[in-house]
């Protein structure tokens, strides 16, 4: 049976039809959907982690007692979990172990262009890549036989665009779950120094190993594939790019990689001596221009492309042949440039007010990952740095040792309640241990929010929508050791701007909860009767609630607010701010 699937869904798909037994992830775009695509599939034990480290740590586990597991994440999560995939390398596996990592070209949703390939490399893992809904299946299914043959975790490296595209995909039948036998083996599973010594030695051989079958056998060990056309030009490529060059140069020779680490030698130099012109297509960095330089073979790459952003079919094409490829170029008569719309927050979105009495303070705020980044931009503005997630109170902690307490008036951290349980909590027990003097401001939203409304340990269910233990945020705290805990709904910004004031005033660690469902989800709608209506009379045209940038709020010919009742969500911010009283509750029930 064949099926339409998107290459994230094609990877759930894999695991199924691998008999996977576990999967530990923690969501990040662009790879969320993989994890929750396998909940379909009752007979896999599936969850989200509180972060990526221990998404893997879960997933090497369960190899080492015996079942094929998976773990995965976007590209910066795998520097999250790197400390477990370094060691899991010597120690092998037991049963089949894969680590997906997407990489995001173009940051369509990430904070750096980050190239996963470098990971397996410097962790001495094989590492394939797809470029299509169905090779996401089959080269997942592949890494379980590769895992288990060659004792090694294996990674997988996604693209935005392999994730997020759909293709026909053969569906198959699936593996039965097998359990290996569990043997206690010290030497194998203990990483102390005199045992990892022996196992680094084995690394090794089997590097040497896969890269010498990876050559001898293209079809069953590297999913490598050549094709052999005009003798003027090869390229060598994979994954998404390997789409782009076969649209822009059809008439190229092309090898194809399957397996992008360890490298096939013996079957690049084979095709390299086939061709009079070696090209290297790739995203990001010169990953396998570099190695293949090593090799002592001449071949171009970066110099005719670009190691930022993603690449295209057109910019292949004219990079190589100097002419548009034909089917790229489309009249701008037909697709008109669309108008520049910025991003802002949700209309009913918990964290806007917070961020505005935050402005008001003119505190620095040092933030984190997720939908309230935006709070960096107008009208709020009221973001200075964001790094990585769960960095904001250890940013905080920083600029208040940096200034001996000074900076403590007029710091304030800002982090989600998932983010929090990310790798917040740590930040938090440090900063209260070395005595900081900082705010931290919980944007409690009930929910993991950018990356599609996952669940996470503080909201009571799991990922199957089933009851779960909920973390309390407030004791959490307050057994890390954090004295001055706030609760407050981030709707109302004034009482907002007073709490932050006060508790920056204290000599301590304070803990400042802004709770409020997010407005996407059905706990954080607002009832239609409570939608904003304008009483024309006593606005003043002050312009205060327009300058919100609520998507449900506009301003109308005469300057004052016109509210678009299908898109407001009843929040009741705007009524909060507007000094006159023109803003009042009272939308229609239809």
Not at 31 to 53: D, F, G, H, L, P
Not at 340 to 363: D, Q
Not at 522 to 546: L, M
Request: hydrophobic share 40%.
């Amino acid at each position: 049976m064949k099926q339409i699937l998107l290459g994230n869904e094609a990877i759930a798909r894999g695991a199924y039809e691998a008999g996977v037994k576990l999967v530990s992830s923690y969501p990040g775009t662009p790879s969320t959907e993989i994890t929750e695509s396998i909940v379909q599939y009752e007979r896999i034990y599936c969850e989200w982690a509180t972060n990526e480290k221990v998404g893997a740590e879960v997933a090497v586990g369960a190899s080492i007692r015996g079942a094929r597991a998976l773990t995965c994440m976007k590209h910066v999560g795998v520097n999250v979990a790197a400390d477990p995939l370094f060691t899991a390398s010597y120690i092998g596996v037991n049963g089949g172990l894969v680590f997906v990592a997407a990489d995001d070209p173009g940051m369509h949703s990430s904070q750096n262009e980050q190239d996963s390939r470098n990971y397996a490399r410097a962790a001495k893992v094989p590492m394939f890549e797809p470029s299509d809904s169905q090779e996401c299946k089959d080269y997942l299914k592949k890494a379980y036989e590769i895992s288990e043959q060659y004792d090694t975790p294996v990674m997988l490296r996604l693209h935005t665009r392999v994730s997020h595209s759909r293709s026909v995909v053969e569906l198959e039948d699936p593996q039965d779950i097998v359990i290996r036998p569990y043997v206690k083996n010290v030497d194998k599973y203990v990483m102390m120094p005199g045992m990892a010594i022996k196992r680094h030695v084995i690394v090794e051989d089997r590097m040497v190993r896969l890269a010498q079958d990876s050559s001898a056998d293209i079809d069953s060990v590297g999913l490598h594939t050549i094709t052999i056309k005009s003798q003027k030009l090869g390229i060598i490529t994979a994954g998404a790019a390997y789409q782009y060059v076969a649209d822009a140069l059809p008439d190229a020779s092309i090898l194809k990689l399957g397996m992008i680490w360890p490298l096939p030698q013996d079957l690049i130099r084979s095709f390299a001596s086939k061709v009079d012109r070696l090209v290297i297509v790739e995203e990001l960095d010169p990953f396998l221009e570099t190695e293949i330089k090593a090799m002592g073979l001449i071949c171009e790459g970066k110099s005719l492309f670009t190691l930022q952003g993603e690449y295209s079919a057109k910019m292949i094409r004219t990079a190589l042949t100097g002419e548009p490829n034909p089917a790229s170029v489309v009249s701008q008569e037909i697709l008109p440039v669309a108008p520049a719309r910025p991003p802002v927050m949700c209309a009913g979105c918990p964290h806007k007010g917070l961020f505005l009495a935050l402005s008001r303070l003119r505190v620095q705020v040092t933030g984190d990952i997720g939908c309230y980044t935006l709070g960096a931009l107008p009208p709020m503005a009221a973001m200075d740095a964001c790094v990585c997630m769960g960095a904001s109170i250890g940013m905080a902690h920083g600029f208040d040792k940096a200034t001996d307490g000074e900076a403590s008036t007029h710091t304030v951290s800002v982090i989600g309640d998932s983010t929090f349980m990310h790798s917040g909590v740590t930040n938090l027990i440090n900063a209260v241990y070395n005595q900081s003097r900082i705010t931290v401001v919980i944007l409690d939203n009930s929910i993991t929010g950018m990356t599609g409304h996952q669940q996470n340990p503080t909201t009571g269910l799991d990922i199957r929508l089933r009851s779960a233990p909920s973390i309390n945020l407030e004791e959490l705290c307050r057994s890390i050791g954090v004295t001055s805990i706030r609760i407050l709904d981030p709707v109302d910004s004034r009482l907002c701007q007073t709490v932050i004031r006060e508790e920056l005033e204290k000599d301590t660690v304070s803990v400042v909860i802004a709770r409020r469902p997010c407005a996407l989800i059905p706990v954080g709608k607002g009832k239609k009767e409570d939608r904003t209506v304008v009483n024309k009379d006593k606005c003043t045209a002050c312009g205060s609630c327009i300058r919100m940038m609520c998507p449900a709020l506009t301003e109308g010919p005469d300057k004052k607010p016109i509210i678009d009742w299908d898109i407001c969500n009843a929040c009741g911010l705007c009524m909060n701010l507007c000094a006159f009283g023109a803003l009042t509750k009272g939308g229609r029930k239809s």
